[in-house]
């Protein structure tokens, strides 16, 4: 077998790996602690389907992959807290004045509004307000942590929505 | 005769086996595109031809999510923020950190680009929904930039600058911003 036909065999190997990467699924690395508790700092892998991307079908409380708005090159992974149309009061922890319990945004046609579960450590629509959905590259549904043992599947366990499951 | 279907088969795995080659160079070194309205008249489907012929234009898309890659006056192909299943068309008037002078329905008279964001317009000022409505667009939603028209042939040599739209409308073009 030639390089030639070694080289071949590789684009095509990895093309197709890209094209199940940003169509179908996805597994990969997280870090940040931006999601605590419901991902770890370190060490979490986390599936993602691709089936939402670009916002189809997600509704609000999923956890998901996005685009930076301010930063394309990075990816995010956040949990939707507003849809649409909706009225968020941002955040009025983080301010004294009392402005801020009267400071409300509406969600632009076609936007999320997303948010890290660990809201003292997250940097989201807070600041960068809500972002296109045509920034949304998949949802995540489970997770792995392979520090954990063989015994519960390198600790997987499932994503859930927190807004309708947990209710 | 079994030599022949084996032949078939083996054809066939081969054909498939190349169609992710094909689409990832679609989704991020170059691909046409049709366009659609009158947004960007005069540059893009200057006339209503009687048999609907629309300009097709080549895009480039290789490595479009960093700002340093776009600048004033390139010709951008991108999903609408308000629904990510359409593109819209239109013409870059400002990149990161520029600020430039808005138009209505645009509620403040100037607007500071964020970073990794552009401010898209169209040439045809008055009929198109562009960064007036919808405010700065992430580098993250640009699919391509058109560089030339490549259908129909007789438009071959129109030039994609021949219109600018309102012109310059940085506010201190020479300004740094860091």
Redesign the interface.
């Given at each position: 077998m030639s390089w030639l036909n070694i080289g071949s065999y590789v684009v095509r190997t990895v093309c197709l790996i890209h094209i199940t990467h940003t169509h179908f699924y996805e597994f990969t690395e997280t870090r940040g602690e931006s999601m605590l508790p419901t991902l770890n700092r370190v060490n979490d892998y986390v599936h993602v389907l691709k089936w939402y991307k670009d916002g189809r079908d997600l509704k609000m409380g999923d956890c998901i992959v996005a685009m930076k708005p301010t930063d394309p090159q990075s990816r995010v992974c956040k949990r939707i807290t507003g849809m649409e149309g909706d009225l968020i009061l941002v955040d009025p922890s983080q301010e004294d004045d009392e402005e801020a319990y009267e400071t409300f945004i509406r969600v632009p046609k076609g936007h999320v509004w997303v948010t890290g579960d660990n809201l003292s450590h997250s940097l989201d629509s807070r600041t960068y307000n809500s972002i296109p959905k045509g920034l949304i590259k998949g949802k995540i549904v489970a997770a792995n942590d392979f520090s954990k043992p063989l015994s519960t599947f390198w600790g997987f366990r499932e994503i859930t929505n927190s807004y309708f499951d947990e209710k | 005769m079994v030599n022949y279907g084996s032949y078939a088969l083996r054809s066939a795995v081969i054909t498939v086996?190349?169609i992710?080659?094909i689409?990832?160079f679609t989704?991020h070194v170059c691909y046409v595109a049709k366009i659609e309205g009158s947004s960007m008249r005069p540059t893009l489907n200057p006339t209503d031809s009687f048999n609907n012929e629309s300009d097709w234009v080549l895009l480039w898309k290789f490595n479009l999510?960093?700002a340093k890659n776009w600048k004033e006056n390139d010709v951008v192909l991108f999903?609408?923020?308000?629904?990510?299943?359409k593109v819209y068309c239109k013409r870059v008037k400002g990149v990161q950190f520029d600020q430039v002078k808005t138009r209505s329905p645009y509620p403040k008279d100037t607007c500071l680009i964020?970073?990794?964001?552009l401010w898209v317009e169209g040439d045809n000022v008055y009929h198109s929904v562009d960064s007036n409505n919808?405010g700065p667009?992430?580098?993250?939603?640009a699919l391509g930039k058109a560089v030339k028209i490549v259908w129909p042939p007789s438009r071959w040599s129109a030039d994609l600058n021949m219109s600018e739209g309102r012109g310059d409308i940085k506010v201190f073009p020479t300004m740094e911003h860091s």
């Amino acid at each position: 077998m030639s390089w030639l036909n070694i080289g071949s065999y590789v684009v095509r190997t990895v093309c197709l790996i890209h094209i199940t990467h940003t169509h179908f699924y996805e597994f990969t690395e997280t870090r940040g602690e931006s999601m605590l508790p419901t991902l770890n700092r370190v060490n979490d892998y986390v599936h993602v389907l691709k089936w939402y991307k670009d916002g189809r079908d997600l509704k609000m409380g999923d956890c998901i992959v996005a685009m930076k708005p301010t930063d394309p090159q990075s990816r995010v992974c956040k949990r939707i807290t507003g849809m649409e149309g909706d009225l968020i009061l941002v955040d009025p922890s983080q301010e004294d004045d009392e402005e801020a319990y009267e400071t409300f945004i509406r969600v632009p046609k076609g936007h999320v509004w997303v948010t890290g579960d660990n809201l003292s450590h997250s940097l989201d629509s807070r600041t960068y307000n809500s972002i296109p959905k045509g920034l949304i590259k998949g949802k995540i549904v489970a997770a792995n942590d392979f520090s954990k043992p063989l015994s519960t599947f390198w600790g997987f366990r499932e994503i859930t929505n927190s807004y309708f499951d947990e209710k | 005769m079994v030599n022949y279907g084996s032949y078939a088969l083996r054809s066939a795995v081969i054909t498939v086996s190349w169609i992710p080659v094909i689409l990832t160079f679609t989704e991020h070194v170059c691909y046409v595109a049709k366009i659609e309205g009158s947004s960007m008249r005069p540059t893009l489907n200057p006339t209503d031809s009687f048999n609907n012929e629309s300009d097709w234009v080549l895009l480039w898309k290789f490595n479009l999510k960093q700002a340093k890659n776009w600048k004033e006056n390139d010709v951008v192909l991108f999903k609408s923020p308000s629904n990510p299943k359409k593109v819209y068309c239109k013409r870059v008037k400002g990149v990161q950190f520029d600020q430039v002078k808005t138009r209505s329905p645009y509620p403040k008279d100037t607007c500071l680009i964020p970073r990794n964001h552009l401010w898209v317009e169209g040439d045809n000022v008055y009929h198109s929904v562009d960064s007036n409505n919808f405010g700065p667009i992430s580098t993250g939603l640009a699919l391509g930039k058109a560089v030339k028209i490549v259908w129909p042939p007789s438009r071959w040599s129109a030039d994609l600058n021949m219109s600018e739209g309102r012109g310059d409308i940085k506010v201190f073009p020479t300004m740094e911003h860091s």
